[in-house]
């Protein structure tokens, strides 16, 4: 940021997830001090198993890093061109994931605490804020996640008249990769793509036949589930995260449409016999001794979760550093509750960031932590900040959030639900691309293609011109 900071009041961020600790480098960056509050490990989450900052609890992947045709790796982009520190810590951590950017779990956490413990403008605070910040520490994000303390939750519902919106999340077993048999499994990236740091060889793949698939399938149905309490039975599912389960019940083939398609991956043990269906495993730390169940979040209960996972073709040994399991989240009617530059209408000293606001994945919370933080950072220097142009995957995500590409505000309840940042969410290009490089005729799935291309290259394109327009710093390339 350029100018003088107007006002020497320290910012508190409140939560130390992904969101909190972007909100608290983008601020603590721009020379101003920061109190980064954080309950654990005084007070631990049914989700969360460390200290650390930034922990990753559900998957360890960061989606995909394609930056020309992927909208959350357009958000990887444009988070990088602004000095993310958490794009910089999953950079320097990241583990062979085909075309996906997968970190380290504990090396990308270990980083991230590591750089705010050691910046000079920046306070970490062990302990719950238990009720409302108050007034007069001034400029507050709250980050505290979908995870967030009671007593906390129940003052923001207080202050807003609101009921807090909510979802169940489910996450995914990890298994010791040593306990895998590799006489059955392979390792091979669907279509042998390479992405960053990959070699395009980098999932566990694990084949079943028709009848191995059948009796899989029954036995998830018919497996014993975590028992919902009564207030819990009308909360829905997250669309981007259904157990594996869930998933089975809509319909017998699902998951080989789903996490266990077989399309693009050949068994080297076997390479006539074509596989019915194939699970995958992901790397999940640096020294390649633990895998996750891609897709595989479940709401299964720990003993049938291991007695129906071993009887995928070699897991049939399987030891799991960590069981799947199932949380329930919660997140606000932002577009009501929240203003343009995520402060909340009832209290504007509070700017929320993060998952609680109706964005979901990693990558979109910690986007939304380092606008947040942008925003804090303006306004102490005594300036206004413009969003994000829309057309950026920023900018179109806090359109989203805050009902900015709404005429109204007064939106309905049901109609603001979490999402992953996507194309839907950007304005339409002026004029589709009809035409490839060398004058032809664009033709059934190029068009989709080169429409995101553009949309791709139009978005980092304004995202440069808002940078350099607002911010001190240049672009990176």
């Not at 969101?19 to 509050?37: D, T």
């Not at 042998?192 to 079943?208: F, H, R, S, W």
């Not at 995520?342 to 979901?360: D, K, N, S, V, Y």
């Amino acid at each position: 940021m350029t100018g003088t900071v107007t006002a020497s009041k320290t910012v508190h961020v409140v939560g130390a997830g992904l969101a909190g600790s972007e909100a608290a480098w983008q601020v603590a960056q721009a020379g101003i001090p920061v109190v980064l509050h954080e309950m654990r490990p005084l007070r631990m989450t049914e989700a969360h198993r460390t200290d650390a900052l930034a922990e990753l609890v559900c998957s360890n992947s960061f989606r995909s890093d394609d930056a020309a045709n992927n909208a959350v790796g357009l958000l990887h982009a444009e988070m990088r061109r602004l000095g993310s520190l958490i794009m910089r810590a999953a950079d320097a951590n990241q583990v062979p994931a085909g075309g996906a950017l997968a970190v380290d779990r504990e090396g990308f956490s270990t980083e991230v605490t590591r750089t705010l413990a050691e910046h000079p403008a920046i306070d970490i605070s062990r302990g719950e804020v238990a009720g409302l910040p108050p007034s007069d520490w001034g400029n507050v994000i709250v980050a505290t996640g979908p995870l967030t303390s009671a007593p906390l939750a129940d003052a923001i519902r207080a202050l807003t008249g609101e009921s807090a919106l909510a979802f169940f999340d489910a996450i995914a077993p990890i298994v010791h990769k040593d306990t895998i048999d590799m006489s059955i499994a392979w390792f091979q990236s669907r279509y042998d793509k390479a992405g960053p740091g990959g070699t395009g060889a980098d999932y566990i793949n694990c084949p079943m036949t028709r009848e191995q698939y059948d009796a899989f399938v029954a036995a998830l149905l018919a497996g014993e589930k975590t028992d919902f309490r009564e207030w819990e039975k009308s909360t829905p599912y997250f669309d981007g995260c259904l157990p594996i389960e869930v998933m089975a019940e809509r319909g017998h083939e699902t998951l080989r449409h789903g996490p266990m398609k077989p399309v693009g991956l050949t068994n080297p043990h076997n390479p006539t016999l074509k596989p019915y269906a194939i699970v995958q495993l992901r790397q999940d730390n640096r020294l390649g001794t633990l895998y996750n169940m891609v897709g595989f979040q479940t709401k299964l209960k720990y003993g049938p979760q291991q007695r129906i996972f071993r009887t995928i073709p070699g897991l049939e040994q399987a030891e799991f550093a960590r069981l799947g399991g199932l949380h329930r989240n919660t997140f606000l009617n932002s577009p009501k509750l929240l203003d343009g530059q995520l402060r909340l209408r009832a209290a504007p000293w509070l700017r929320f960031a993060g998952q609680m606001t109706g964005c979901e994945g990693y990558v979109e919370s910690a986007g939304m932590g380092l606008i947040a933080g942008l925003y804090v950072s303006a306004e102490a220097r005594g300036r206004a900040l413009p969003p994000p142009p829309a057309t950026t995957a920023l900018g179109a995500l806090l359109g989203h959030i805050t009902g900015g590409h709404l005429e109204t505000t007064e939106t309905d309840d049901r109609s603001f639900q979490p999402m992953n940042i996507n194309f839907g969410l950007f304005p339409p290009l002026d004029q589709a691309p009809t035409k490839k490089p060398d004058g032809t005729r664009l033709r059934g799935n190029e068009k989709t293609v080169a429409k995101k291309q553009a949309m791709s290259a139009r978005a980092l394109a304004d995202l440069d011109r808002w940078i350099a327009a607002h911010l001190a710093f240049p672009a990176a390339a």
